[in-house]
T-cell receptor, first 109, second 115 residues
Framework: DAKTTQPTSMDCAEGRAANLPCNHS???????VYWYRQIHSQGPQYIIHGLKNNETNEMASLIITEDRKSSTLILPHATLRDTAVYYC??????????FGTGTRLQVFP | KAGVTQTPRYLIKTRGQQVTLSCSPI?????VSWYQQTPGQGLQFLFEYFSETQRNKGNFPGRFSGRQFSNSRSEMNVSTLELGDSALYLC??????????????FGQGTRLTVV
């Protein structure tokens, strides 16, 4: 079972920041938080991952709370091409990437 | 650098038949994982191969099997196909095992339709 909870859907205006929350209250000390997204009919695309420090790359920023029980993926300037399902994953000790139901982000003009 | 390549992209099979899907990982990647995606169940883990050995397995019946070759290419096989096996089958490759601090890269998938 997925160890994360995400809102089912969110909307964001083009050009604005999209903030996608994720709860992972049972995360263990050595488990990473990964974010992937899946654009319709394509394979999931890696976005970013982190352990406890905030992370930033060319696609997004990942903010992890100090207690590590939740995180937020930030797309700083959302575009229409960012419309996708976003998955927050806590990698289980059994080494599998377990996907939950994700958040369907709709970016509108 | 070429990405993960899955073949074929689309496949139609009849109930009772068997099917083999292929996945070529990114050059240098040694771990290959397979996932099944359906509207009802979402993305579900099938199995992971690393160094030609199955390292992890999801909760699927024995009709689902796989293997990995010395060049890291992987195949998965589904025997005695059922209508419920209709799905998008995704392959992911990573440099090392996905248990380590490393990301996985997915292919475009093979869409299997069982009629």
């Amino acid at each position: 079972d997925a160890k994360t909870t995400q809102p089912t859907s969110m909307d964001c205006a083009e050009g604005r920041a999209a903030n996608l929350p994720c709860n992972h209250s049972t995360i263990s000390g050595n488990e990473y938080v990964y974010w992937y997204r899946q654009i319709h009919s394509q394979g999931p695309q890696y976005i970013i991952h982190g352990l406890k420090n905030n992370e930033t790359n060319e696609m997004a920023s990942l903010i992890i709370t100090e207690d590590r029980k939740s995180s937020t993926l930030i797309l700083p300037h959302a575009t229409l091409r960012d419309t996708a399902v976003y998955y927050c994953i806590v990698r289980a000790n059994t080494d599998k990437l377990i996907f939950g139901t994700g958040t369907r982000l709709q970016v509108f003009p | 650098k070429a990405g993960v390549t899955q073949t074929p992209r689309y496949l139609i099979k009849t109930r009772g038949q068997q099917v083999t899907l292929s996945c070529s990982p990114i050059s240098g990647h040694r771990s290959v994982s397979w996932y099944q995606q359906t509207p009802g169940q979402g993305l579900q883990f099938l199995f992971e191969y690393f160094s030609e050995t199955q390292r992890n397995k999801g909760n699927f019946p024995g009709r689902f099997s796989g293997r990995q070759f010395s060049n890291s290419r992987s195949e998965m096989n589904v025997s005695t196909l059922e209508l419920g096996d209709s799905a998008l089958y995704l392959c992911a490759s990573s440099l090392q095992r996905i248990s380590m601090n490393t990301e996985a890269f997915f292919g475009q998938g093979t869409r299997l339709t069982v009629v």
